[in-house]
């Protein structure tokens, strides 16, 4: 299946002499020098990425970077100087205005950093917004939105106005006009940003909720890389117009690209980002079920032994003195739980611990040593 | 001693300037004459229909209906000052010379409305057009009152068609320039998301534009509906008649009671007026604070 948003080497570069300077900077002019000399910038340079159905997709970067003239691009708000944004398999450049004003209708929905409410609508009328436009007959716009409203816990203040709300029920507000319009594809501009942080963790906790329970493609823009780290299935990492890395957080914290990219990453706690299976290390000493003599020799070397059956299913680990926990009865981590999740059980057990996927195979095992050593890692 | 004689001068005729002018309101005289017929067939009925319907309520139904509308839009106190002074109006005998003006003045201002506000809305997206449109209001604005009245004269002859053309023209800038203000003083991130939620241009009007303007455009209707009053005055000069006529006849006859009891009959009438219409600027929603309208104010003259 073709990725649901593709980016195809996507310019923009703002201003009256635009034109001349992205032909040079196309064919591979120097953007500083190019800066000197005309103070023209590339607000977007040369960027392709896919954006796959269902992902939470993170464009983070510094104010200046370019990611919310990226996002702009993806509903055509700003039309891209070069290059190509496809939608759904069909290309928004040269789609005519009608065309694209229904693929914003239907399609895909903004919330802005702003939040952009409409001052003289109640609540109500505010998520109606998009329904409206789109010529939904009022009383069943008006369901929708209050569905839209209830789902983001504003239930009791439908009526009130813009200005009788706190800021996280502003942006509430502005979620639920995007939501009210059920579209597969959500932008979000740094939505969360101008939020207080206890809100706008609350604010993000309520998004990966609604994400658990009909999962959207959600392009959100940030320049914080706590939020992006948490919301992010991949993050793509922009600086100058230029996105320097795109993958998910843990291999952008454990690979990254260049200096840039670790640069970013300085002050990321690694501890919540990375997971126990990008540490996971291999066991001294695996035991197939059937194999009895090995046991006893692994319980002579004084080592545990981690038992498997024939399809390299776990069952469970064999203490040296003979002793056998199984899998229910110890200690057993996912591949996804975080170094930081995974601090308590491994340094309480007395040895590694096993890192069991969910189809029950063994993938690894981690120790305090390990651990340790995995915190050094930047 | 040489000096003395330079204001001896008494100017008499026009220069070249007023001559092209005088040319200009000529040839338009003689060939535009089908246009101002239809204007005034239009502007006279238009007059005269809201002078028929304003007076057909009498006095004993007129004053209280005021008196509650102004008990519901702006207070208690001001309801029962209305009242009085329509009932002093009527004790002076001027009722239907106020109701002459307050026809006059609906159908000025309406007119004014009707053109100068897509006027404002046309400008407020077209820069080239603003920069035409703003010199024209600047003068129009301050061009003396009793000019208008020259070539009304001379197209409509006298009486309510050429008052009501000369008054709505000087009444419709401060419209115009506020729809146009308003307009522009949308958030750009309104108009931002009304694009996003993929509004037309149209939508985007209706939708985002006018209602977010709609406080601004109130007060230009507001301030126009106050110059027109203040016009209709100037224009009974020219055969309005109304209270401005009463005015009039107190300058020509040095009565200065008779002057004095039109004058208060056109400040009653004007104060009702303004606050009544003050009130559909700020409604609970968008109640301004006096610093906040201060400032509007002081956009409306350095706003490009």
């Known amino acids: 299946m073709p990725p649901l948003i593709s980016l195809k080497q996507l310019w923009k570069v703002f201003g009256d002499q635009s034109e001349q300077a992205l032909s040079d900077l196309q064919s591979g002019k120097d953007a500083d020098a190019l800066h000197a000399e005309t103070g023209i910038k590339a607000a977007v340079s040369d960027v392709s990425l896919s954006i796959e159905a269902g992902e939470i997709f993170v464009v983070m970067g510094l104010s200046g970077s370019g990611k919310s003239t990226l996002l702009r691009m993806i509903n055509g708000l700003i039309p891209p100087s070069a290059g190509e944004v496809v939608i759904e398999g069909k290309p928004l450049t040269g789609m005519p205005l009608a065309e694209i004003q229904n693929l914003r209708r239907n399609k895909m929905a903004m919330v802005f950093q702003s939040f952009a409410l409409f001052p003289q609508r109640t609540a109500l009328e505010n998520a109606a917004f998009g329904l409206e436009v789109a010529g939904v007959p009022q009383r069943q716009r008006l369901d929708k939105a209050r569905q839209a409203l209830e789902r983001v816990g504003l239930g009791l203040e439908l009526h009130n106005y813009p200005h009788q709300l706190s800021g996280g029920m502003q942006q509430r507000v502005g979620l639920a006009r995007a939501l009210a319009l059920d579209p597969p594809i959500l932008l979000m501009d740094e939505a969360f940003s101008a939020l207080d942080p206890l809100i706008r963790r609350e604010m993000q906790e309520q998004l990966l909720e609604l994400q658990a329970e009909s999962s959207r493609t959600i392009v959100f823009i940030s320049h914080d890389l706590d939020e992006a780290v948490r919301l992010g299935d991949r993050i793509a990492l922009m600086k100058s117009g230029i996105v320097l890395q795109c993958d998910s957080p843990s291999e952008l914290l454990s690979k990254p690209a260049n200096e840039q990219v670790r640069h970013f990453f300085r002050d990321v706690d690694a501890a919540s980002v990375l997971t126990v299976k990008t540490i996971a290390e291999t066991p001294d000493c695996v035991l197939r079920n059937s194999d009895g003599r090995q046991s006893l020799e692994s319980a002579a070397a004084g080592k545990e032994a981690f038992v498997v059956d024939d399809q390299n299913l776990f069952i469970g680990v064999l203490r040296p003195n003979g002793e056998m926990i199984t899998a229910q009865q110890g200690p057993v981590l996912t591949p996804e739980t975080t170094i930081r999740e995974a601090i308590n059980s491994v340094v309480s057990a007395p040895y590694p611990v096993p890192i069991v996927g969910a189809d029950q195979r063994l993938i690894g095992v981690i120790s305090p040593r390990r651990l340790l050593g995995s915190m050094l890692l930047e | ?304």
Request: aromatic content about 8%.
């Open chain 2, 1 to 304: 001693m040489n000096l003395v004689m330079l204001p001896l001068f008494t100017i008499v005729n026009a220069g070249p300037v007023g001559g092209a002018m005088a040319t200009t309101v000529e040839w338009l005289l003689n060939h535009g004459q089908p246009v101002f017929l239809l204007i005034e067939s239009l502007v006279n009925g238009l007059t005269g229909a809201a002078e028929f319907i304003l007076s057909v309520p009498p006095p004993w139904l007129m004053a209280p209906f005021v008196a509650l509308l102004a008990a519901w839009r702006v207070s208690f106190g001001f309801a029962v000052l209305s009242l009085l002074g329509l009932n002093l109006v009527l004790f002076m005998g001027l009722w239907q010379p106020m109701i002459s003006t307050l026809a006059l003045v609906i159908a000025a201002s309406l007119l004014a409305l009707i053109i100068g506000i897509p006027i404002g809305i046309f400008s407020a997206s077209r820069k080239h057009f603003w920069a035409i449109t703003r010199p024209v209001l600047d003068l129009m604005q301050t061009m003396p009152a009793f000019v208008y009245l020259i070539p009304a004269v001379m197209f409509f002859s006298t009486g309510r068609v050429p008052s009501t053309i000369a008054t709505l023209i000087f009444s419709m800038p401060p419209v115009v320039r506020l729809t146009h203000l308003g307009i522009r003083q949308v958030p750009k991130d309104l108009i931002e998301a009304g694009r996003a939620f993929g509004c037309t241009e149209s939508q985007l009007l209706w939708k985002v534009q006018l209602p977010n303007a709609l406080p601004t455009v109130m007060a230009g209707v507001n301030q126009t509906i106050m110059l027109a009053l203040s016009m209709v005055v100037i224009a009974s000069m020219i055969g309005g008649g109304g209270l401005g006529d009463v005015v009039l006849r107190g300058i020509q006859q040095l009565d200065v009671g008779l002057g004095f009891e039109g004058g208060l009959a056109v400040v009653i009438l004007a104060v009702i007026l303004d606050r009544l219409t003050q009130s559909l600027t700020s409604n609970e929603l968008t109640r301004k604070s006096m610093p906040q309208r201060i400032r509007a104010f002081r956009d409306l003259w350095t706003a490009s």
